[in-house]
């Protein structure tokens, strides 16, 4: 078993000044995988303090975007290089199959190589003039790297969730802190020795495991860190929040949802189907915009069920690593406990459940369950409302357009939503109307490194992903010149 019992903090792998560690399972057979550095208070604030003195004495911030990008592709290579062992990885820790987890790691990589070419851009797009109806002045504004940045992230896309704040931050010259979610901390300690041997400088990037309360809370809470960037779930972000109050940190969160899929009865059946299982049973559910609510035109809500569970009775549940499974355990007991509890609540609730939700005949081990269907979900259960995290899918019927986008819209979350019809023209109207971050038309989940990622409402605060990313990690500053040679004249005249 590799050891996983350090720290990177400052360029160096160092044990926790505790000694702690905690165990990371593998879901599909509940043996131990690895125990981590658990990190406290003691090792965040030396994490912090190595970002705060890479960052205000360091060269990073003050390198050009292109020399940034050099090393933000070289980490790119790395990844790439390493990819099926760190897909492996991903599999062993979280579970998803293993083509999943080979998508993850690549859009891991091409994450950081869209950020270098970010970067690059940086270097002429950094100053820009202001017109100043004043002309005795002259003012420019321009983009500056933000400082130390706090990224804690979950553990449903361990390595990409990383990627997807670790790759902006770099590119904008930030130093930072990342703490990976207890439950999959492998491929973050190895992102840091992927950055290491890029070249990183020492301190510009630290990786602490550990716990939620005892490393992720003293990491929101720490006064040498200027922004926090948070995924996760809405108690968890709303405790993130509370802790930045404190010192104006900025924060950007991506927090959960429980996102609509309204199809309309013009849309071709069996692709309908397929984007109803992409958009819930893809990652074994866990995955924060997953199209959890469906909404389906009356005229073809009877057959669609029908092909609904035709098809996912077919899907392969299984190990990650077997040829054909399409679901994977779910992370850990905790989740699976939730999920159960969810499915047995939604029949109490009222709803059919027309399909699974229970332990596969052949998985006596490891976290299996068969993804679940519920039809006739009653609009006010807490199935429909409340964010499942799951492969467990709630159907409702519906009679026209007006119907579909009160009851999608009608939710404390906006995270993403998707649309399907054969009319364009209707599809388009509706998706302007849906009150969401990201709204999928005849699709639900493609999701591009180019394109802004954030939601509404309480699915949080901020957008990642694009050029949107990389300014969450800038600070625009003016700078005004006054240029006349008269003197100012207000009290010496
Ligand atoms: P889940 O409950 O599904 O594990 P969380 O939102 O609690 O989701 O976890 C996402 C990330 O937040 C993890 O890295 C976790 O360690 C971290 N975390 C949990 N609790 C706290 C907290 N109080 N403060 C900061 N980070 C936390």
């Not at 975007?65 to 090393?71: C, K, L, M, P, T």
């Not at 357009?401 to 009851?407: D, I, M, N, P, V």
Request: proline share 6%; with cysteine; glycine share 10%.
């Amino acid at each position: 078993m590799k050891s996983y019992e350090h720290l990177y903090i400052d360029g160096h792998w160092v044990k926790p000044v505790l000694g702690g560690t905690f165990p990371t399972i593998d879901p599909s057979n509940e043996t131990l995988l690895a125990q981590v550095a658990a990190a406290t208070a003691a090792d965040i604030d030396l994490a912090v303090k190595a970002a705060r003195k890479a960052f205000d004495e360091g060269p990073w911030p003050q390198t050009t975007g292109a020399q940034r990008a050099v090393v933000l592709r070289r980490i790119a290579a790395g990844i790439r290089e390493r990819l099926d062992t760190l897909a492996a990885l991903e599999v062993q820790d979280n579970g998803k199959p293993f083509p999943e987890a080979q998508w993850d790691i690549g859009d891991t990589a091409g994450c950081f190589d869209f950020y270098a070419d970010l970067a690059e851009g940086l270097d002429t797009r950094q100053e820009q003039t202001v017109p100043l109806a004043d002309e005795r002045f002259s003012c420019i504004a321009r983009k500056e790297p933000m400082g130390v940045a706090g990224a804690i992230i979950p553990w449903n896309f361990p390595m990409l969730m990383a990627a997807w704040k670790v790759a902006p931050a770099l590119a904008a010259g930030c130093c930072m802190v990342l703490k990976p979610s207890e439950l999959t901390p492998l491929t973050a300690l190895e992102l840091a020795n992927i950055a290491h041997e890029a070249g990183l400088p020492a301190g510009v990037l630290n990786v602490v495991t550990g716990l939620g309360p005892d490393a992720g809370a003293p990491l929101s809470e720490h006064p040498g860190i200027d922004k926090l960037a948070f995924t996760g779930s809405v108690p968890t972000g709303a405790k993130i929040m509370q802790a930045a109050a404190r010192d104006i940190k900025n924060i950007s969160l991506e927090l959960g949802g429980k996102s609509p899929f309204i199809i309309f009865d013009d849309s071709d059946i069996e692709a309908a189907v397929e984007w109803i299982m992409f958009g819930i049973f893809w990652n074994q559910g866990e995955v924060c915009s997953a199209t959890s609510r469906v909404l389906v035109q009356r005229g073809l809500y009877e057959p669609l069920l029908k092909r609904l569970v035709e098809e996912t009775r077919t899907l392969s549940i299984g190990h990650g690593m077997k040829e054909g499974v399409l679901l994977g355990p779910l992370v850990n007991s905790t989740q699976y406990d939730k999920i159960l509890q969810a499915v047995a609540r939604g029949q109490e609730e009222g709803a059919t459940l027309l399909y699974g939700g229970t332990r596969p005949a052949d998985c006596n081990i490891g976290y299996f369950l068969t993804p679940a269907i519920f039809a006739d979900v009653p609009v006010n259960s807490w199935i429909w409302n409340e964010e499942i995290f799951g492969p467990v899918v709630c159907v409702r019927p519906f009679d026209d357009e007006a119907e579909a986008l009160k009851s999608a819209n009608d939710s404390r979350f906006g995270l993403a939503a998707a649309v399907m019809s054969k009319d364009l023209v209707r599809a388009e109207r509706v998706a302007r109307r849906l009150r969401a971050g990201i709204v999928w038309v005849n699709c639900s989940q493609p999701t591009f490194t180019e394109a802004p990622w954030g939601g509404y409402k309480q699915s949080g605060i901020g957008r990642e992903l694009g050029e949107w990313g990389l300014n969450n990690y800038l600070e625009t500053k003016q700078i005004t010149r006054y240029d006349s040679d008269q003197p100012w004249g207000w009290y010496i005249k």
